[in-house]
């Protein structure tokens, strides 16, 4: 079984950048497509990227496109979340989520394991 750790969230000032890594535990970690949602206070949550199994295809929620970059190292089981240009908006727990698939999906429906999230706090 996976297990997931987000880690890398704080405060922010708009404009800036922040960089989240999520690290899981389990050898099957690159057999498994991964994503970054994110829920801010009083929405639902939200798809922001996913990634396949290998690494070879991307997808990006429209609010993220062209700031956000989805990578994931398959050797050291960590996926990562660079984040550019962040608006007061981004302002979320974001969380990171495995899928059995091998492909990347942006159907919440597909992620069975769910990380703790971490806090993104960007200040206008």
């Known amino acids: 079984q996976v297990q997931l750790v987000e880690s890398g969230g704080g405060l922010v000032q708009a404009g800036g950048s922040l960089r989240l890594s999520c690290a899981t535990s389990g050898r099957t970690f690159s057999s498994y497509a991964m994503g970054w949602f994110r829920q801010a206070p009083g929405k639902e949550r939200e798809f922001v990227a996913s990634i396949s199994w290998s690494g070879g295809s991307t997808y990006y929620g429209d609010s993220v496109k062209g700031r956000f970059t989805i990578s994931r190292d398959n050797a050291k089981n960590t996926v990562y979340l660079q984040m550019n240009s962040l608006k007061p908006e981004d302002t979320a727990v974001y969380y990171c989520?495995?899928?059995?698939?091998?492909?990347?999906?942006?159907?919440?429906?597909?992620?069975?394991?769910w990380g703790q999230g971490t806090q993104v706090t960007v200040s206008s």
């Open positions: 989520a495995a899928s059995p698939l091998p492909i990347a999906t942006m159907n919440i429906d597909e992620y069975g394991i």
